[in-house]
Structure formats: C-alpha cells, structure tokens
C-alpha cells in the first residue's frame, strides 16, 4: 500500500512537472512566434504645420529692390532696369554746336588807319548753322616772313558765331620802331593749326612786313585794334 502510494505521488509530480515543462514551452514559442521585425514607415523629416503646403520646397525669401516675389520667381517688371543713357551728339561741343571751320567763314583783312602798321580782319558766319568759333587758335601767315604771326594781347573764350555774325581780330604787321621789311599784299589766315590756311587780300594795300603779330578774335572791331 505504502508502496503504491508513493507511486501516484511520483507519477502525479511527473505529470505536474511535463504540464509544467510544455506550458512553459508553449509561453516560449508564442513570444518568439509572435515577435515580428518592427515595420519601417516612411515619414517626413519635419512635420508640417496645418495649412502648409506640404510640396512646397525651401522657403524663398525676396530680397527688397532686387525684383524678386515672394513665391522665389523673379519678376520681370520694367522699372528694375534703368534706361540706358546715350551721349549727346555734340561732339564734345557747346549745346551742340559743330566748331567753325575755316571754310565756314568769309574773310577780309583792311589796312587800319589807326594803329599804324595794323590791319583789322573780319571773320564772318557764310553759313545758315552756328558755330563754335575758336577764339584762341587762330593762325595768320604773311607771306615773306618765316612761320606764323605770334600772338599779341589777351586771351578770349570761344564763342557762338550765329548766321550772319562776325568776329575781329587786330594784324600787326610791323613795328614803328624797325625799319625796312618786305612787302606783301594778301595773307593766309586759317582757325586752326590742323586746317588748310585760305588766301585772303590785303586791302588797301600792299604793307610793309618786319614782324607779325595777332590778337584773338573779338567781338567788336575797336577791341580787336586796341593792342
């Protein structure tokens, strides 16, 4: 009796412990069965905030003066490229008006009764255009003496010698105090070292020649004969 007891007892605690051993087991192969690789779901690097585009790109930002929209296209308006500004057609000229050639011009040179051994030219406007009249630049050759007269007196400006206008400029061609020289009875008067002189008449002459000289141009004939 004693014997078959203890033999229940062993097999009731076997069975106790196989239930226990496969229940344990079964506990084990659900964890591990049912423990999946975590899943992977795509999700944007930064939320958005409601209300935003979300296929909006980096935000432009206009720069102001620069023409640029806030929607990061530029605009294209007319007034963000100022017109260019062309040069004036003068020439470098005053309000422009060409410079005075020599052809533009008609000349007459008269023997001066006062000063002596001076001539008074005239230089008048022929043409229907003004012109810059260099004031300053003027080169009168007498024939018989070499090279051109020297300058005498004080320096004018350039002016606008209108249609029809004349300016004055004084000749010596002598000096009381020298006596003898050559004779000569026309000069070569040009308004500029660079042009080709034209050949004028001395009137009421010939002169006698020993030292030219000649001012500026003037504007009247008694300014011209004063040196």
């Known amino acids: 009796m004693a014997h078959a007891a203890r033999s ?27 423990t999946a690789a975590p899943s992977v779901t795509a999700t944007p ?5 409601a ?22 296209g530029s605009s294209d308006s007319g007034g963000s490229t100022p017109p260019s500004s062309e040069a004036g057609s003068d020439d470098g000229q005053d309000g422009g008006v060409g410079m ?24 008048k406007n022929k043409g229907s255009d003004p012109c810059l009249l260099p004031a300053n630049e003027l080169v009168i050759t007498i024939p ?25 400029a004084g ?5 009381a105090d020298t006596a003898g020289g050559k004779s000569a009875d026309k000069v070569e008067i ?3 070292a660079a042009e080709s002189p034209t050949t004028v008449p001395v009137g009421d002459g010939p002169v006698t020649v020993n030292d ?13 004969l004063t040196y």
């Open 171 to 175: 000749i010596m061609f002598s000096r």
């Open 45 to 49: 690097s930064s939320a958005s905030p």
């Open 144 to 168: 018989g003496l070499d090279g051109a007269a020297e300058h005498m007196g004080p320096e004018g400006k350039d002016w606008i010698l209108k249609a029809g206008e004349s300016a004055y």
């Open 8 to 34: 229940r007892r062993t097999a009731a605690v076997l069975a106790a412990l196989s239930l226990g051993i496969m229940a344990l087991t079964a506990c084990n192969g659900d964890t591990e069965g049912g």
């Open 190 to 192: 040009a308004l500029t």
């Open 51 to 72: 209300g935003t585009d979300q296929g909006s790109g980096t935000p432009t930002t206009a720069v102001p003066g620069d023409g640029g929209s806030a929607s990061g």
């Open 212 to 224: 030219g000289r000649v001012t500026s141009f003037f504007g009247t004939a008694e300014d011209a």
């Open 100 to 123: 005075c050639e020599t052809t533009d011009l008609s000349y007459n040179v008269t023997v001066a009764s006062s000063p002596v051994n001076h001539a008074l030219l005239t230089a």
